[in-house]
């Protein structure tokens, strides 16, 4: 079956360092891939997306990296600040069917 | 824009009544809802496609009598957790799709704050 999953379940970094936080994902027919942020008790909230015809994303602030080739999605998120801390999600999607998958998710924690 | 709301935000039951959870897209139109079930430090499990004037499609494993979904405008999605148990205990959330938003690159699901339901 498909999976999306996480590399690593927490990432703590200083506040004003560089976050990365990665994916894999095994369904190869995935064609478009979305970063979400949960902030406790809330519902995930969209950062940004990317389609397979495509390797680098950049919205504010965050960067998407798509690497089709081993099948790895990155997020950056430049001068991480403490309003980042939350856990993020990767997710796939076949851009046909409407539904996603979630990975498992990685606590980001920024300390002042 | 793309803002959905759930209501309520938190409810408690008993065992054995029924417990309904409104999704509601606010500021645009969705034909397609989702339904997810978090449990916590846990990630996002899709349940079911509710989908506006049609029956819901549901995932391996959630039993559609057990969850009922009604999607009976395109503004609005309905959950209804039937002779509800300790084990559906659970953060509820539910998603809309919103199709081209400008910044997204296709449809894109945008998610309600959750409705945590706790059964006692």
């Known amino acids: 079956g498909e999976s999306v999953g996480l590399h690593l379940p927490t990432l703590s970094v200083q506040e004003g360092d560089n976050s990365i936080i990665n994916c894999a994902y095994s369904n190869s027919a995935s064609d478009y891939f979305i970063w979400y942020k949960q902030e406790s008790g809330k519902g995930p909230q969209f950062i940004i997306d990317?389609?397979?015809?495509?390797d680098k994303r950049q919205g504010q602030r965050v960067t998407v990296l798509l690497n089709k080739t081993v099948k790895h999605l990155s997020l950056q998120i430049a001068a991480t600040q403490p309003g980042d801390s939350a856990v993020y999600f990767c997710a796939e999607s076949r851009s046909n069917a409407g539904k996603s998958t979630f990975g498992d998710g990685t606590t980001l924690t920024v300390k002042p | 824009g793309a803002v959905v709301s759930q209501h309520p935000s938190r409810v408690i039951c008993k065992s054995g009544t029924s417990v309904k959870i409104e999704c509601r897209s606010l500021?645009?139109?969705?034909?397609?809802m989702f339904w997810y079930r978090q449990f916590p430090k846990q990630s996002l499990m899709l349940m079911a496609t509710?989908?506006?004037?049609?029956?819901?499609?549901?995932e391996q494993g959630v039993e559609k009598d057990k969850f009922l979904i009604n999607h009976a405008s395109l503004t609005l999605s309905t959950l209804t957790v039937t002779s509800a148990h300790p084990e559906d205990s659970s953060f509820y959330i539910c998603?809309?799709?919103?199709?081209?938003?400008?910044?997204?690159?296709?449809?894109?699901?945008?998610f309600g704050p959750g409705t945590r339901l706790t059964v006692l």
């Open positions: 990317i389609r397979s015809n495509m």
């Open positions: 998603s809309a799709r919103l199709q081209g938003l400008a910044g997204s690159l296709t449809d894109t699901q945008y």
């Open positions: 500021d645009f139109q969705a034909t397609t």
């Open positions: 509710s989908n506006e004037g049609s029956k819901a499609t549901y």
